[in-house]
């Protein structure tokens, strides 16, 4: 995507639509800009771009994000890439500064590596060699570029004379491509742009110290993000933002280990911003999945567990190690039943808004998430697989050149998604690819690619970070043995083997971790859910009814009646032109509805009933 951030004063857009009308979101956010340093610097390590093309455009994009409103040091969530004025509400997200600050440790770390080398870049003639194959692959003759690049010596003087030589093959080359089709003019052109710049690096001015003062700008603008704010002391937890339109922290907090937000957990304690009891404090229940010992994340998403893998290192037999390695064995075992590839994480579908913009959710395979409903969609994301390279990269291949038979690659890269959820599909139809490019998404692809080719690159700069380095022990913790473990596989085994006779309306729809959804109120014993904070507690049972008490004080009388159980609180609706009336769960009013879902979950308890 990097053509389009000229356009947008060297700002990501949030995504292109390619379909249907080849549409740009004029917006972006901290991640998006996080991530555009980090690939930035990524594309140069691959050797597409020269150095001081890289050096330039990091420069526009510093100049950029200096104009940018701040708060407490942060970026705003979303940005307008034309004005530049924060979209409201005005809000600060903790995982998207959380992303921003480790992408821009690992830059300032990169920038001093880049002006301590010579300015040729180590993978000029592999980044070259990548141009020449696309171009060849739409139809052009490359042969003699292909010899000189092969050939032996990477000295200075060696590559001057080549890059001379293969200018010239080049614009030849053009040439030649002016009446093939337009894939093989822009790889041929870009492969003549690519070697002209990295002639101009030879015979220009020192970068050092153009370097040298983006890993500066780079860490005054870390340092000045307080997260202080954005930390409940009496949970020893993030708080998921802040929305700044309303001033305050919001409600819900980040309280699980296995997250996206772990890489703001272990910056932040890493910079002194949080105690260390926070890294202890995040929620860390076990599962067995894929005949694997993980951990289980909200949303079940590839997202989830490999975005701070990008920054943080993976050390062999540890936790969050385990966790990813987990994460991915269940998402090839779950695609595996469905016959369908794998890679399941927060992305776009294939339905739209009534502006025409794809919707976007968070999708995750069963077993790995506490969410409910994780088995309704089959939405495919190829970033997934090309992240979960860094897992297991020979099955990641294999599922990428899978994704890419079934429709997945486009112009820019692989499409956002692809989904095969029948109720989207017209009939006899197999999928839908969702023809779209998320800034983000393909950043974090080309850093976790680049994280495999060249030997976990970025974390290697990230934990040349001196605070990063010192709370390096926080990553060698590891699976505890005799854990008690939350088992996916025994847990669906035990339900597919249930009599028939036990009853349907109190089986589960469909498996789901920790969680019952019965279709009825009628059970012939009720059926009870318990729900706490320490200090309120509720009872709920599938009717509807309940009991709750506050430090000791009950709120709601109760009778244990089984045969009356018109107890507890009740919300009431009422047709104001008919005059009927309905309770939202079956007590106290005791109308049957046409459909009943009781969803009994770790963290609530909802009814849903359709009457008509």
């Known amino acids: 995507l990097f053509p389009y951030t000229t356009l947008f004063r060297s700002l990501p857009p949030d995504n292109f639509q390619e ?35 890289m050096v330039e455009r990091l420069e526009k994009t510093f100049d950029a994000l200096d104009r940018l409103e701040t708060h407490w040091g942060h970026f705003y969530n979303w940005y307008d890439t034309r004005t530049l004025e924060p979209l409201p509400p005005a809000y600060i997200s903790t995982v998207d500064s959380g992303n921003m600050l480790g992408c821009l440790v690992a830059l300032r770390q990169g920038m001093i590596e880049k002006a301590a080398r010579p300015a040729i870049v180590p993978n000029l003639a592999a980044g070259l060699a990548d141009a020449l194959s696309l171009a060849i692959e739409a139809g052009a003759d490359g042969a003699r570029i292909r010899t000189i690049l092969d050939e032996d010596g990477d000295d200075l003087a060696a590559w001057r004379g080549r890059l001379e030589r293969l200018e010239a093959e080049a614009a030849e080359l053009v040439e030649s491509t002016a009446s093939k089709p337009e894939p093989a003019r822009v790889w041929s052109g870009r492969l003549l742009d690519q ?47 802040c929305n700044l339109a309303q001033g305050r922290l919001d409600g819900s907090c980040y309280d699980l280990l296995a997250s996206e937000s772990a890489l703001t957990s272990y ?43 990008l920054l943080l290192k993976s050390l062999p037999n540890t936790l969050l190690a385990e966790a990813a390695r987990t994460a991915i064995a269940r998402q090839i075992e779950y695609g595996g039943q469905l016959g369908l590839p794998w890679g399941i994480s927060e992305s776009a579908f294939a339905a739209q808004h009534l502006e025409g913009d794809y919707r976007y959710q968070a999708f995750g395979a069963p077993g790995l998430g506490l969410k409910q409903g994780l088995d309704r969609d089959r939405v495919i994301a190829p970033y997934a697989t090309a992240m979960a390279t860094m897992v297991a990269p020979r099955e990641a291949v294999d599922n990428l050149r899978r994704l890419a038979a079934e429709g997945g690659e486009g112009a820019y890269g692989y499409y956002e998604a692809i989904d095969y959820t029948p109720e989207r599909l017209a009939p006899g139809q197999r999928s839908v690819v969702v023809k779209s490019y998320m800034s983000h998404h393909q950043g974090m692809s080309l850093v976790a690619v680049a994280n495999v080719l060249l030997g976990d690159l970025m974390p290697r700069r990230f934990h040349a970070e001196p605070m990063v380095r010192a709370a390096e022990l926080l990553l060698q913790e590891r699976v505890p043995r005799d854990t008690p473990l939350l088992d996916v596989e025994a847990e669906t085994a035990a339900e597919s083997d249930e009599p028939a006779a036990a009853g349907q309306a109190d ?13 009825t109120p009628a059970t012939l014993a009720p059926r009870t859910h318990l729900l706490s904070n320490s200090q309120y507690h509720v009872m709920v049972t599938n009717a509807g009814s309940g009991s709750s008490a506050c430090l ?20 009431y609706v009422r047709d104001a032109s008919s005059g009927l009336f309905w309770s939202a769960g079956f007590q106290p009013v005791c109308r049957p509805a046409d459909e009943d879902l009781i969803v009994f979950a770790v963290d609530k308890a909802s009814f849903r009933r359709r009457d008509g």
């Open 19 to 53: 379909y249907p009308d080849g549409r740009i979101a004029h917006r972006t956010s901290p991640t998006n800009m996080g991530l555009l340093l980090a690939s930035t610097l990524t594309a140069h390590d691959l050797g597409y771009l020269s150095l001081g093309r």
């Open 195 to 241: 070697i002209r710049a990295h002639r101009a690096d030879l015979d220009g001015a020192d970068l050092s110290p153009r370097l040298h003062a983006l890993a500066d700008r780079a860490d005054v603008m870390g340092r000045a993000m307080r997260f202080g704010p954005l930390y409940k002391t009496e949970r020893n937890l993030y708080a998921i933002g």
């Open 267 to 309: 910056l932040t304690v890493a910079r002194g911003d949080a105690p260390r009891k926070h890294w202890f404090q995040l929620g860390r229940p076990y599962i067995k999945a894929a005949g694997q010992i993980g951990l289980i994340s909200w949303g079940g998403t590839a997202f989830e567990y490999l975005m701070p893998r």
């Open 507 to 519: 089986r589960p729809v469909s498996a789901s971790l920790l969680s019952r959804r019965l279709t």
């Open 552 to 571: 000791g004080v009950d709120v709601t009388r109760w009778r244990e009646d089984p045969n009356r159980e018109a107890w507890g609180q009740f919300v």
